[in-house]
Structure formats: structure tokens, C-alpha cells
């Protein structure tokens, strides 16, 4: 990212794997605005995934054109966004709406996410999708704007490495 421009960021990664906590650290160090992309899903989305059900294609398109709408609306000024953006083609989506989108992978074990899960409190997405996730789970590409960062760490640790992958890019 060029000094003279803010950033604009999606944070990405199955549940569980500290988005919003990542994400609220970093917009906050990089002074820009913050959204939350769970807060994006069409209600019925969020049912589905209450009811133990994982989302399709179709069920997600209508959330990722809002948080690409939220990504354009903020191309000038930066931004960071949360968003799962497990497949390659729901990035391509997200990218295509704003010039310089950077994808903040945050990476960890099925194992940690899952303990992350489980002690959660009052979230809709239950320990049981997280299978789904990683299996649709698909790596940036070399050729997609971005970095895969470790969570193993605390979460200011794992910001730290955040804001460093961002301002270095």
C-alpha cells in the first residue's frame, strides 16, 4: 500500500478465527473505519446458519454484494471489513468492487479455531459448520492481493502481525 492512500482490508478466515477481534485492533491502528461482515447477512442467512445449516452460493451472493457496496463506498478513505471470503471467486467478487483490496488471511489450526468456537458466547454460527468452512477453505492465490498471517498468538500479538502485513504491502 502506498503511504499516500489508506488501506482497504478484508479481514478473512473460517469463524472462529478472530475476524472481528483482529479487525476492530486494526482498523483502530490504521485509523479508518471498521464494519463488521456478519452484520451484512440477510436474515434468513442468519437462521440457516442457527439452524446448523451452512450456506450456499446463492444464499451468499446478496451478502457479498453488500460488503462489496461497503468496500466501494470506501476505496478513497480506507476501510476494514470482515468477511469470510473462503472461495477464490467470492474475493475476485470483493476485489472487483474497489481498486487495492487487500486480503488478511488469519490462519490456524482446525483445532485452535474450534476451541475458540466452543467458548464462545452468544454467536450465531455453531462449532459444527466450521468442517464445512475449512473443507470450502480455498488459500489465496499468488496472484490475489493479500497475506496469510499465524492466530496462534494473543490477539494484540496477531494485530501486530496484521498491521505490519498491511502497511508492508
Given at each position: 500500500?502506498?503511504?499516500?492512500t ?73 476501510g ?22 487487500f ?9 485452535l ?5 466452543t ?23 499468488d ?11 494473543t ?15
Open positions: 500500500m502506498s503511504h499516500h489508506a488501506p482497504l482490508v478484508v479481514v478473512m478466515g473460517v469463524s472462529g478465527s478472530g475476524k472481528t477481534t483482529v479487525g476492530r485492533l486494526l482498523a483502530r491502528h490504521l485509523g479508518v473505519p471498521y464494519a463488521e461482515g456478519d452484520d451484512f447477512h440477510p436474515a434468513p442467512n442468519v437462521a440457516k446458519m442457527r439452524a446448523g445449516h451452512p450456506l450456499d452460493d446463492e444464499d451468499r451472493r446478496p451478502w457479498l454484494d453488500e460488503i462489496a457496496r461497503w468496500l466501494a463506498g470506501h476505496a478513497d478513505g480506507g476494514v471489513v470482515t468477511c469470510s471470503a473462503l472461495k477464490r471467486r467470492y474475493r475476485a467478487r470483493l476485489a472487483s468492487a474497489a481498486p487495492r483490496v486480503f488478511l488471511h488469519l490462519d490456524g489450526s482446525p483445532e479455531i474450534a476451541a475458540r468456537i467458548a464462545r458466547q452468544d454467536h450465531f454460527m455453531p462449532p459444527e459448520l466450521l468442517r464445512t468452512q475449512f473443507a470450502e477453505f480455498e488459500p489465496l492465490g496472484d490475489e492481493t493479500g497475506s496469510a498471517i499465524p492466530i496462534d498468538g490477539p494484540q500479538e496477531t494485530a501486530a502481525l496484521a498491521r505490519a502485513a498491511v502497511t508492508s504491502a
